[in-house]
């Protein structure tokens, strides 16, 4: 009996979801609203997927053909809006030199200052121990944005060498210092009216204090912020 040759099965692939209809848009735009209004009202753990759902006046079924799972959702709206609203205040994709993270910075102030309450319930979020990966992730990239292309060309440098490991250590370290200013700051333990000058000087101070050989520009553009704070 001649046997047949078998026709290898097809890798199945995850096809990309196209939101081609104008109801699906709207209905998507709902819950990045409805997710970032109860997490501004009642904090992220408030923000479920049942809350959003109800809160959007979508079906859940419905939601679950935008998002798998509920971090997805939350992760989702905070960087939609974050990259959203900076670039609505005039900012570029990333700064290339120290003048352009002081702008950067001034317009984040910005938004932080117009989306107060927001604000101080995502702030201490991120040095939650039971934070979702993908949130905190999403987090420390919206806090490196504000010194990368700079911190990357500079520690790319002879003089300023360093590893992968080290290189993950400081982005965790300005991570660190932005969100807990912006906390200590919405909270009363800082004053709010120098938040701007506060960060700038907490990321410059410690990309300073970490890289082996920091620039005079960068070490005369602290001394002149710890000027202000004095």
Do not use: C, W
């Not at 097809?10 to 990045?32: D, F």
């Not at 987090?139 to 504000?146: E, W």
């Not at 965790?172 to 701007?196: C, F, H, V, W």
């Amino acid at each position: 009996m001649k046997k047949t040759k078998k026709t290898p099965a097809r890798a199945t692939r995850k096809v990309p979801r196209t939101y081609q209809s104008k109801a699906m848009v709207e209905r998507r735009a709902r819950i990045i609203a409805a997710t970032l209004a109860i997490v501004e009202e009642s904090g992220i753990g408030a923000a479920t997927i049942r809350n959003v759902s109800e809160r959007a006046n979508v079906a859940l079924r419905t939601l679950y053909l935008h998002f798998d799972n509920r971090e997805t959702m939350i992760g989702t709206a905070i960087k939609e809006f974050f990259y959203e609203s900076i670039a609505a205040e005039g900012a570029g994709t990333g700064p290339q030199s120290i003048e352009e993270i002081l702008s950067r910075i001034d317009r984040l102030t910005r938004i932080i200052k117009r989306k107060r309450e927001y604000s101080r319930q995502l702030a201490p979020v991120y040095f939650s121990s039971s934070l979702d990966s993908g949130i905190y992730g999403i987090l420390r990239d919206i806090a490196i944005s504000h010194v990368t292309p700079f911190l990357d060309n500079l520690v790319a440098g002879e003089r300023n060498r360093i590893g992968k490991t080290e290189l993950l250590l400081l982005h965790t370290l300005i991570a660190n210092a932005e969100y807990s200013i912006i906390d200590d700051a919405m909270n009363g333990r800082l004053p709010e009216q120098k938040l701007a000058t506060f960060l700038k000087l907490g990321m410059l101070a410690t990309i300073a204090g970490f890289i082996p050989n920091p620039p005079e520009e960068l070490l005369a553009t602290i001394r002149e912020l710890r000027a202000l704070v004095s």
